[in-house]
């Protein structure tokens, strides 16, 4: 199985496709829910084959920084990218992680990693209508 570990930085937004993806979703505001998705343009992944750590930059916390842990095969807690709080359950095939995520009013969507090569590309499907938001991710060497 592939690993996800590395430092990630965004090399290209759809904002069209994350625009109608947060429409479907029922964002009051999709362009707000869309600016605050963007704003995070660099994250690293600590991937320890059954627990997966997204740590993002984050200045209210200690250090600047903040861990999500998911275990694999397990449904877990966090807080979405518009600080939607989310249940998530976690699953690797191959060269993808992805994520089964439910937020409180019942909205489904699935967020996928795909790795191909030093890219990865990152896609957020919303389950009732099929409407996909689309980025890529570019490995890197350098500190977060």
Do not use: Y
Not at 25 to 46: C, H, W, Y
Not at 61 to 74: N, Q, T
Not at 80 to 108: R, S, W, Y
């Amino acid at each position: 199985m592939v690993n996800f570990s590395g430092i990630w930085e965004v090399v290209e937004w759809d904002d069209e496709s994350f625009l109608k993806f947060f429409a479907a979703m029922g964002a009051p505001d999709p362009n707000r829910s869309f600016q605050l998705f963007k704003t995070v343009q660099k994250f690293e992944i600590i991937d320890k084959e059954d627990l997966v750590i997204l740590r993002i930059p984050d200045p209210a916390s200690e250090g600047g920084k903040r861990d999500i842990p998911f275990k694999v095969g397990e449904e877990s807690g966090a807080v979405g990218p518009v600080g939607v709080p989310m249940k998530k359950f976690t699953i690797k095939e191959g060269n993808k992680l992805i994520f089964h995520e439910t937020a409180p009013d019942g909205q489904k969507n699935i967020t996928v990693r795909e790795l191909q090569g030093d890219k990865m590309i990152l896609t957020k499907t919303h389950e009732g209508t099929g409407v996909t938001g689309r980025c890529v991710w570019k490995r890197e060497g350098g500190k977060l």
